[in-house]
């Protein structure tokens, strides 16, 4: 799986939008880029997954630059639950799965 | 949605007893689940993967031995940690991709302290 690499910290104002940058320069053309985020003591939970267009969902949106190295998750109007540490993996898809290299991730502080 | 429970979610035991930390997919099947372990402040490390009716890959430098995996059926997997230390002591937490689309759901994660 290609290597990815986010800042280790981020704040960020609720009710503004929370952008939490990747870059995985070395991305495959097979590879998506997924988005999970960790709430303290609690397991993974699913935020986004795109290949290369721009994906929108209840939760977040997913901006993938044309060339494919660099993502950007936007949290449209972060709120104080959003706080968590925020893991951006590259990973090809498949029907039978493959597990999950997490890296160091992005702990976003969404402050009142 | 699909959901992946672990149990238990805390537990508490003496140097050298073993642990035992299910997984069960509760609405779909799994023919492997991924058990991770993570230390405070530290990201998620995959330690093994735990296939169905075979045995059990683990990651270099995880002890088969100490860390026994057991996937006796389509939907349970278990994780014993056997003769716990202190060192031992960590998050413990599994996944499982849905057989047939291979999206990926985790379990909420079992905090083991070992005294």
């Known amino acids: 799986d290609a290597k990815t690499t986010q800042p280790p910290s981020m704040d960020c104002a609720e009710g503004r939008a929370a952008n939490l940058p990747c870059n995985h320069s070395?991305?495959?053309?097979?590879?998506?880029v997924y988005w999970y985020r960790q709430i303290h003591s609690q397991g993974p939970q699913y935020i986004i997954h795109?290949?290369?267009n721009n994906e929108t969902n209840e939760m977040a949106s997913l901006i993938i630059t044309e060339d494919r190295k660099s993502s950007t998750l936007i949290l449209p109007h972060a709120t104080l639950r959003d706080t968590a540490v925020y893991y951006c993996?590259?990973?090809?898809?498949?029907?039978?799965?493959?597990?999950?290299?997490f890296g160091k991730g992005t702990s976003l502080l969404v402050t009142p | 949605g699909a959901v992946v429970s672990q149990h238990p979610s805390r537990v508490i035991c003496k140097s050298g007893t073993s642990v035992k930390i299910e997984c069960r997919s509760l609405?779909?099947?799994?023919?492997?689940m991924f058990w991770y372990r993570q230390f405070p402040k530290q990201s998620l490390m995959l330690m093994a993967t735990?296939?169905?009716?075979?045995?059990?890959?683990?990651e270099q430098g995880v002890e088969k031995d100490k860390f026994l995996i057991n996937h006796a059926s389509l939907t349970l997997s278990t994780l014993t940690v056997t003769s716990a230390h202190p060192e031992d002591s960590s998050f413990y937490i599994c996944?499982?991709?849905?057989?047939?689309?291979?999206?990926?759901?985790f379990g909420e994660g079992s905090r083991l302290t070992v005294l």
């Open positions: 735990s296939n169905e009716g075979s045995k059990a890959t683990y």
């Open positions: 795109g290949l290369k």
């Open positions: 993996i590259v990973r090809v898809n498949s029907n039978s799965g493959y597990a999950l290299n």
């Open positions: 070395t991305i495959s053309g097979n590879e998506y």
């Open positions: 996944s499982a991709p849905k057989l047939g689309t291979g999206e990926l759901f």
């Open positions: 609405d779909f099947q799994a023919t492997t």
